[in-house]
């Protein structure tokens, strides 16, 4: 083999890889972007649900019940309570996510062109595979953002009642918000580090979520192609069954999450079995169900608006690409 033949595929590889790694940028930043406009539009269902499922037995109350003691007390932005760190978690949580599953979904598709496989779509193994991987790193990133996020939306008091938010508990006129970088801060100070990575098992576990949620998308997806091209309100509707499924079968361990994420050091640290063997303990099975109806019907919004806006998105970046003069390098 002559050295220019060498060196023309050595070159073929690299603007092969550098094109792989565009796309994951593309598809990452897509997923951010769909991530994003998903969230603003549904937080105030992610305001009822998470304070739902760290609300005692003794402060239950119905979604409509809710909603206006929270208007009463903080007026309409108390339904936004959080949303900067949640934009912020949700912006880091999916451009990392898409970014490490398009990479490890490259891999794959590799291996099946070496191997002279009859399709190089990705099998359901590969796919729950690459979405552990995807989603193992997300968690690891970004449980800190979501430790505040949860902090600042159940509203959790200084007293000495650790599953008691104060938009709840008490009559009186609440204090003045503290911001994101404010709770770090205090968290930071009260109760170290490790209170970051509170609830990081069960956010672990429920890595579940997102390799069932993808893995049913990309079945059906994978099936409709074969019919049709797959549009956005296609893939609107996939996106909502995969996380309708996904969400109801790990909803315990969500609400688990949560009850750690807002559990301060005024006592041991209970463990993800501790939390749910207590929960069952003083309200019963159903109280591991809490929060359930907003909590799904905003996932399943959130998710079918996430895959309809990122779709959309990843086909303007794709177009966008393609009218960039091919003298200039892809970054």
Known sequence: MSRSSTL???AAAQA?????HGDNIAHALAGA???LLSMTLTYPLITLSTRAQVESKRAQSSAYDAVRRIVQREGVTGLYSGLDSALCGIGVTN????YWYEWTRAIFERAAIRSSRASKKLTTIESMIAGAIAGSATVLITNPIWVVNTRMTARQSDCSSLDLPTSFATPDKPARKPSSFTTLIKLL????PTALFAGVLPALILVANPILQYTIFEQLKDKLEKRRRVTPRHAFFLGAIGKLLATSITYPYITVKSRMHVASRQGPRDSMMQSLK???REEGWTGLYKGIVPKVTQ?????ALLFAFKDALYEMSVQARRNIPAKLPLI
Do not use: L, M, N, W
């Open 95 to 98: 451009f990392v996510y898409y």
């Open 8 to 10: 023309r595929k050595e």
């Open 278 to 280: 207590r929960v069952v």
């Open 299 to 303: 996932s399943v919004i959130t998710a």
């Open 33 to 35: 972007g769909g991530g």
């Open 16 to 20: 092969t890889s550098a094109a792989q």
């Open 189 to 192: 100070k009260t109760e170290g």
